[in-house]
C-alpha cells in the first residue's frame, strides 16, 4: 500500500535536549493513525515537522514520495491540541481568511464554508465574533477550518477535548466520513477508548524515540501473552481446580461472571492449545466464560512505556 | 493573493476597522483644534474683565498722563485722603488703589508711590504701572532739568537686527521659535507613534501567540511573512491615519488662510516670501501674521519627504524589535523587562534633541545622535525644520535603512521560535541562543 507519509531518520534538538531521535515512521494512504506517546515525549514536535512549521536537524519527510515542500501545504489540514482563533474577527471572515493561506481561491472557500456551516447547522454564525461563543462552538469552528480546503492529510491533536458528547460524535462522524472520502487521519491522543475504537496503525513515541510501531491488531497479537479467562460451574471444584493447576500456569481471575463456581485466568504455553483446556472445562461442567486475554492499547501504552 | 497580500491586507483592515482607531484617527485633529480653542478661549476670558484702578494723585500731574487701555481703567480720587481712598476703593471693589504723594522732586515721588490691592497683582499690571510712572515722572525730570523731550526722542536709535542664513533665507526671532517648536513637534510625533504603533505590534503578536491561532496560521504560511505581513499592515494603518490627519490639515489650514487672505508666493530667489494682504480690519495681529510666514518659510517639502523616511525607517526598526518581544513573551507583563531598554533608548533619543538640537542644531552631540539608527528618526527630525544638508540626511536615512534589514532579520530568529515557546520567560541568554537555531 503506497504510503501517503514517510517519516524517514528524523532528528530535532533544541539546543541540549533532544526532541526527536531518529524517528522514522510512514503512514499508509487511507488509514486512521494513531499518533501515541506520554506527554513531552515528542508527539508535537514530529506533527510541526510535518506541517512544516520546523525543520528536521536531520532525517527527510516524504508526502506521496516527494520530499516536503512549501506546496504540500494546501494538502494537509491541522487542529492542534492548543485551539485559537481571532477573537475580535468575524466568525465566516476569518474561516475564510484561513481557507485562503491555505491556497483556496475566496469564492471556493465561501461556498465551500457556506456548506459545512449549513451541515452543522450554525450558519447564523457567520457575522458572529469568537468572544460571543462558548467554546465548544469555537472548537466546531476550528474542525471547519481544518477540513474546509479538502485536505488529503488531516492531522487532529486530541481533537474531542472541549467537545460534549454528542459534539464528539458528531465529530468522530465527520472524521469518518472524511476518511471515506479518501482522507488519511492521524490522530494524536491520549484517550486510549478512541484510538481503540478508530486507529488502525498507530506509532508510539517516547522520549523521543519510536518505540512502536504498525497494525494496531499485529501489535496486540505481538503483545498477548495467551492467556485466558475461565468460568465454569462444576460439581467438583477442588478436583478441576488441581487439575488445571498442575497442566498450566493459573492466577487470580481479573473479570467478573455470574452463576459459576470456578474463576481462573489461566497462561498457556506456546506448546499448549486452547481447544485442550476448553475439552478439560466441557468435561468437568458448564462453560460460562471463556475468552483469550486481548491486551488493550492502553495496557500496551502503558506497559511499553514502563519498560522502555 | 499571496500570504504576504493576505497577511498584510486583514492586519490592515483589523486595524482601520477598530472602533478605537477610528475614533483616534479624527477625535485626536478635532481635539487638539478644540484644545487651542479652548485654550484660547481661557485666555480671552481672563482679559475680558475690566481692571478698575482708583488713583489718588497729590501731585496734580501724573493722573492726566496715565492712559487707560481696554482692560485696565484708571480713575481720579479727586479730594479724598489716602485714608478716605482706601475705603472708598474698597467698597466700589476696585482692582487696586495708586497713591502718588506730592513731593519736592519726581525721584522722591518716585520713591514713595504705593499700590493697594486686595489680590496680589500680575507681572503685567504691575509692569503696566510701573512703565507709566516711569515715563511721567522721567518727561518731568527733564523738563526740570530744561532738556527738551522731543530732541532726546529724535536721538534716539532703536536696533532689530536683519537676520539672514548664509543661503539667503530671512529669519526672525520668530523663525528660530518655530523651528524649534515645529521640530519637537515633530520628533514627539515620531516618538509617540513608534511606541502606539509598535506596542499594537507588541500586542497583536502577544494575542495570537496566546490564543494559538498562529500555530495554525504559520503552518500555512512562514513566520517570517507572518511577522513582515503584521508590521506592514500596521504600518499602513498608520500611513492612513497620517494622510487623514493631513488631509484634515490642509483643508483647516485652507479654510484659514482664505478667511484670513494670507497668500505664499515663490520670490524670485527660489525662496517662499511671504505676500501679507490681510486688511487691518481683518482682526488678526501682525504676530500671528509672521508666525504663519515663518511656518510657510520653513522647508516644508524637505520635512515632508524626511518625515516618510525617518517616520518609515524609525517605525520597521522599532516595531521589528516590539515584534520580537512579543513573540518571546506570553504576556504583557513579562514584556516589560524587554521594553525597558527600548523605553530607555527613545526618551534619551528625545531628550537629547530637546536639549541639544535648539541650542546648537549642527552640533557634535546632536549630529552623532541623527547618525545612530535608534535615535536618528527622532533627533534628525528635530533638527531639519533648521537646515541639514541632503548628504548628511541622505547619510543617516541609509544607515537607517541599513539597520532596519539587519533588525528584522534577528527580530525574525526571534519570533519564528519565541512563537511556539510557551510557558516560561526567556532570559537574554536564551534569546541570543535562539539566534542559532
Same mark, same amino acid.
Given at each position: 500500500?503506497?504510503?501517503?507519509?514517510? $517519516?524517514?531518520?528524523?532528528?530535532?534538538?533544541?539546543?541540549?535536549?533532544?526532541?526527536?531521535?531518529?524517528?522514522?515512521?510512514? $503512514?499508509?494512504?487511507? !488509514?486512521?493513525?494513531?499518533?501515541?506517546?506520554?506527554?513531552?515525549?515528542?508527539?508535537?514536535?514530529?506533527?510541526?515537522?510535518?506541517?512544516?512549521?520546523?525543520?528536521?536537524?536531520?532525517?527527510?519527510?516524504?508526502?506521496?514520495?516527494?520530499?516536503?515542500?512549501? !506546496?504540500?501545504?494546501?494538502?494537509?489540514?491541522?487542529?492542534?491540541?492548543?485551539?485559537?482563533?481571532?477573537?475580535?474577527? *468575524?466568525?465566516?471572515?476569518?474561516?475564510?481568511?484561513?481557507?485562503?493561506?491555505?491556497?483556496?481561491?475566496?469564492?471556493?472557500?465561501?461556498?465551500?464554508?457556506?456548506?459545512?456551516?449549513?451541515?452543522?447547522?450554525?450558519?447564523?454564525?457567520?457575522?458572529?465574533?469568537?468572544?460571543?461563543?462558548? *467554546?465548544?462552538?469555537?472548537?466546531?469552528?476550528?474542525?471547519?477550518?481544518?477540513?474546509?480546503?479538502?485536505?488529503?492529510?488531516?492531522?487532529?491533536?486530541?481533537?474531542?477535548?472541549?467537545?460534549?458528547?454528542?459534539?464528539?460524535?458528531?465529530?468522530?462522524?465527520?472524521?469518518?466520513?472524511?476518511?471515506?472520502?479518501?482522507?488519511?487521519?492521524?490522530?494524536?491522543?491520549?484517550?486510549?477508548?478512541?484510538?481503540?475504537?478508530?486507529?488502525?496503525?498507530?506509532?508510539?513515541?517516547?522520549?523521543?524515540?519510536?518505540?512502536?510501531?504498525?497494525?494496531?491488531?499485529?501489535? *496486540?497479537?505481538?503483545?498477548?501473552?495467551?492467556?485466558?479467562?475461565?468460568?465454569?460451574?462444576?460439581?467438583?471444584?477442588?478436583?478441576?481446580?488441581?487439575?488445571?493447576?498442575?497442566?498450566?500456569?493459573?492466577?487470580?481471575?481479573?473479570?467478573?461472571?455470574?452463576?459459576?463456581?470456578?474463576?481462573?485466568?489461566?497462561?498457556? *504455553?506456546?506448546?499448549?492449545?486452547?481447544?485442550?483446556?476448553?475439552?478439560?472445562?466441557?468435561?468437568?461442567?458448564?462453560?460460562?466464560?471463556?475468552?483469550?486475554?486481548?491486551?488493550?492499547?492502553?495496557?500496551?501504552?502503558?506497559?511499553?512505556?514502563?519498560?522502555? | 493573493?499571496?500570504?504576504?497580500?493576505?497577511?498584510?491586507?486583514?492586519? +490592515?483592515?483589523?486595524?482601520?476597522?477598530?472602533?478605537?482607531?477610528?475614533?483616534?484617527?479624527?477625535?485626536?485633529? %478635532?481635539?487638539?483644534?478644540?484644545?487651542?480653542?479652548?485654550?484660547?478661549?481661557?485666555?480671552?476670558?481672563? /482679559?475680558?474683565?475690566?481692571?478698575?484702578?482708583?488713583?489718588?494723585?497729590?501731585?496734580?500731574?501724573?493722573?492726566?498722563?496715565?492712559?487707560?487701555?481696554?482692560?485696565?481703567?484708571?480713575?481720579?480720587?479727586?479730594?479724598?485722603?489716602?485714608?478716605?481712598?482706601?475705603?472708598?476703593?474698597?467698597?466700589?471693589?476696585?482692582? #487696586?488703589?495708586?497713591?502718588?504723594?506730592?513731593?519736592?522732586?519726581?525721584?522722591?515721588?518716585?520713591?514713595?508711590?504705593?499700590?493697594?490691592?486686595?489680590?496680589?497683582?500680575?507681572?503685567?499690571?504691575?509692569?503696566?504701572?510701573?512703565?507709566?510712572?516711569?515715563?511721567?515722572?522721567?518727561?518731568?525730570?527733564?523738563?526740570?532739568?530744561?532738556?527738551?523731550?522731543?530732541?532726546?526722542?529724535?536721538?534716539?536709535?532703536?536696533?532689530?537686527?536683519?537676520?539672514?542664513?548664509?543661503?539667503?533665507?530671512?529669519?526672525?526671532?520668530?523663525?528660530?521659535?518655530?523651528?524649534?517648536?515645529?521640530?519637537?513637534?515633530?520628533?514627539?510625533?515620531?516618538?509617540?507613534?513608534?511606541?502606539?504603533?509598535?506596542?499594537?505590534?507588541?500586542?497583536?503578536?502577544?494575542? &495570537?501567540?496566546? /490564543?494559538?491561532?498562529?500555530?495554525?496560521?504559520?503552518?500555512?504560511?512562514?513566520?517570517?511573512?507572518?511577522?513582515?505581513?503584521?508590521?506592514?499592515?500596521?504600518?499602513?494603518?498608520?500611513?492612513?491615519?497620517?494622510?487623514?490627519?493631513?488631509?484634515?490639515?490642509?483643508?483647516?489650514?485652507?479654510?484659514?488662510?482664505?478667511?484670513?487672505?494670507?497668500?505664499?508666493?515663490?520670490?524670485?530667489?527660489?525662496?517662499?516670501?511671504?505676500?501679507?494682504?490681510?486688511?487691518?480690519?481683518?482682526?488678526?495681529?501682525?504676530?500671528?501674521? &509672521?508666525?504663519?510666514?515663518?511656518?510657510?518659510?520653513?522647508?516644508?517639502?524637505?520635512? %515632508?519627504?524626511?518625515?516618510?523616511?525617518?517616520?518609515?525607517? #524609525?517605525?520597521?526598526?522599532?516595531?521589528?524589535?516590539?515584534?520580537?518581544? #512579543?513573540?518571546?513573551?506570553?504576556?504583557?507583563?513579562?514584556?516589560?523587562?524587554?521594553?525597558?531598554?527600548?523605553?530607555?533608548?527613545?526618551?534619551?533619543?528625545?531628550?537629547?534633541?530637546?536639549?541639544?538640537?535648539?541650542?546648537?542644531? /549642527?552640533?557634535?552631540?546632536?549630529?552623532?545622535?541623527?547618525?545612530?539608527?535608534?535615535?536618528?528618526?527622532?533627533?534628525?527630525?528635530?533638527? =531639519?525644520? +533648521? #537646515?541639514?544638508?541632503?548628504? &548628511?540626511?541622505?547619510?543617516?536615512?541609509?544607515? %537607517?535603512?541599513?539597520?532596519?534589514?539587519?533588525? =528584522?532579520?534577528?527580530?525574525?530568529?526571534?519570533?519564528?521560535?519565541?512563537?511556539?515557546?510557551?510557558?516560561?520567560?526567556?532570559?537574554?541568554?536564551?534569546?541570543?541562543?535562539?539566534?542559532?537555531?
Amino acid at each position: 500500500m503506497n504510503n501517503i507519509l514517510s $517519516i524517514d531518520s528524523v532528528s530535532k534538538h533544541y539546543g541540549n535536549f533532544t526532541a526527536l531521535n531518529d524517528v522514522s515512521i510512514n $503512514i499508509p494512504e487511507g !488509514s486512521i493513525f494513531g499518533l501515541l506517546g506520554p506527554n513531552g515525549a515528542g508527539k508535537t514536535t514530529l506533527i510541526r515537522i510535518i506541517n512544516q512549521i520546523t525543520q528536521p536537524d536531520s532525517g527527510k519527510v516524504f508526502f506521496n514520495n516527494s520530499e516536503l515542500k512549501p !506546496s504540500h501545504i494546501k494538502n494537509i489540514g491541522y487542529l492542534p491540541e492548543e485551539r485559537g482563533l481571532y477573537p475580535k474577527m *468575524k466568525i465566516g471572515e476569518q474561516a475564510i481568511y484561513l481557507a485562503q493561506l491555505k491556497g483556496l481561491d475566496r469564492s471556493v472557500a465561501k461556498s465551500e464554508l457556506n456548506k459545512w456551516f449549513e451541515k452543522f447547522e450554525i450558519s447564523d454564525w457567520w457575522d458572529k465574533k469568537v468572544t460571543e461563543l462558548s *467554546k465548544g462552538m469555537a472548537q466546531k469552528v476550528q474542525f471547519i477550518v481544518t477540513v474546509l480546503h479538502k485536505p488529503k492529510l488531516l492531522i487532529f491533536d486530541e481533537p474531542f477535548s472541549g467537545f460534549d458528547p454528542i459534539n464528539a460524535n458528531l465529530i468522530k462522524d465527520e472524521i469518518l466520513e472524511l476518511r471515506k472520502q479518501g482522507a488519511t487521519i492521524i490522530f494524536s491522543t491520549h484517550r486510549m477508548e478512541s484510538v481503540e475504537e478508530l486507529c488502525e496503525d498507530i506509532a508510539l513515541i517516547n522520549k523521543s524515540n519510536k518505540i512502536l510501531d504498525g497494525k494496531l491488531d499485529n501489535i *496486540k497479537a505481538k503483545f498477548k501473552s495467551n492467556t485466558f479467562e475461565i468460568a465454569v460451574n462444576t460439581s467438583n471444584v477442588g478436583h478441576l481446580k488441581n487439575q488445571l493447576n498442575t497442566l498450566y500456569n493459573t492466577s487470580t481471575p481479573t473479570f467478573k461472571t455470574l452463576g459459576d463456581n470456578l474463576r481462573l485466568n489461566i497462561n498457556l *504455553k506456546p506448546t499448549q492449545k486452547s481447544n485442550e483446556l476448553l475439552k478439560i472445562l466441557n468435561d468437568n461442567g458448564e462453560v460460562i466464560h471463556f475468552k483469550e486475554v486481548i491486551p488493550s492499547a492502553s495496557e500496551i501504552f502503558i506497559n511499553s512505556v514502563k519498560n522502555n | 493573493m499571496g500570504h504576504f497580500t493576505l497577511i498584510t491586507t486583514r492586519e +490592515y483592515l483589523n486595524k482601520i476597522t477598530n472602533k478605537t482607531f477610528i475614533l483616534s484617527t479624527f477625535l485626536t485633529p %478635532l481635539f487638539i483644534v478644540g484644545l487651542i480653542f479652548f485654550l484660547g478661549y481661557l485666555s480671552s476670558l481672563n /482679559n475680558e474683565t475690566v481692571k478698575n484702578i482708583s488713583v489718588v494723585d497729590e501731585t496734580g500731574f501724573v493722573y492726566e498722563n496715565l492712559n487707560s487701555s481696554e482692560f485696565l481703567k484708571y480713575n481720579l480720587l479727586e479730594n479724598f485722603s489716602f485714608e478716605e481712598a482706601k475705603t472708598i476703593s474698597e467698597t466700589k471693589s476696585d482692582y #487696586g488703589l495708586i497713591h502718588i504723594p506730592n513731593l519736592d522732586s519726581p525721584k522722591a515721588i518716585a520713591d514713595s508711590i504705593s499700590f493697594i490691592s486686595e489680590d496680589s497683582p500680575s507681572f503685567t499690571l504691575i509692569n503696566n504701572i510701573e512703565t507709566q510712572l516711569e515715563r511721567i515722572l522721567t518727561s518731568k525730570n527733564f523738563k526740570i532739568e530744561g532738556l527738551d523731550i522731543n530732541q532726546i526722542n529724535n536721538s534716539k536709535v532703536y536696533v532689530s537686527l536683519f537676520q539672514e542664513t548664509f543661503e539667503g533665507e530671512k529669519t526672525t526671532k520668530t523663525d528660530g521659535f518655530l523651528k524649534m517648536f515645529f521640530g519637537m513637534f515633530l520628533g514627539l510625533l515620531l516618538y509617540i507613534f513608534i511606541f502606539a504603533y509598535g506596542s499594537m505590534i507588541m500586542m497583536s503578536v502577544i494575542e &495570537e501567540k496566546t /490564543n494559538r491561532i498562529v500555530e495554525i496560521v504559520i503552518s500555512s504560511v512562514k513566520p517570517f511573512q507572518l511577522m513582515t505581513g503584521k508590521i506592514i499592515g500596521t504600518s499602513l494603518a498608520g500611513l492612513t491615519q497620517f494622510i487623514v490627519w493631513g488631509f484634515l490639515f490642509f483643508v483647516f489650514s485652507t479654510i484659514v488662510t482664505s478667511i484670513f487672505g494670507i497668500t505664499s508666493m515663490p520670490s524670485n530667489a527660489g525662496n517662499a516670501s511671504i505676500m501679507l494682504s490681510a486688511s487691518q480690519d481683518s482682526g488678526i495681529s501682525s504676530d500671528s501674521l &509672521e508666525m504663519i510666514a515663518a511656518f510657510i518659510n520653513l522647508p516644508l517639502t524637505n520635512i %515632508l519627504i524626511a518625515f516618510l523616511f525617518y517616520f518609515l525607517g #524609525g517605525y520597521l526598526l522599532y516595531s521589528s524589535i516590539f515584534a520580537a518581544i #512579543g513573540a518571546a513573551v506570553d504576556n504583557q507583563t513579562d514584556a516589560q523587562q524587554f521594553l525597558m531598554p527600548i523605553t530607555i533608548v527613545l526618551i534619551v533619543a528625545l531628550y537629547a534633541g530637546i536639549l541639544t538640537v535648539p541650542e546648537d542644531p /549642527n552640533g557634535i552631540v546632536a549630529q552623532i545622535f541623527s547618525f545612530i539608527p535608534l535615535t536618528s528618526p527622532i533627533v534628525m527630525m528635530m533638527r =531639519i525644520p +533648521y #537646515g541639514v544638508p541632503i548628504f &548628511e540626511q541622505i547619510i543617516s536615512i541609509t544607515i %537607517l535603512f541599513l539597520s532596519v534589514i539587519l533588525i =528584522i532579520w534577528i527580530a525574525a530568529k526571534i519570533y519564528r521560535i519565541g512563537i511556539l515557546m510557551y510557558g516560561k520567560k526567556p532570559s537574554y541568554k536564551e534569546l541570543i541562543k535562539w539566534l542559532k537555531y
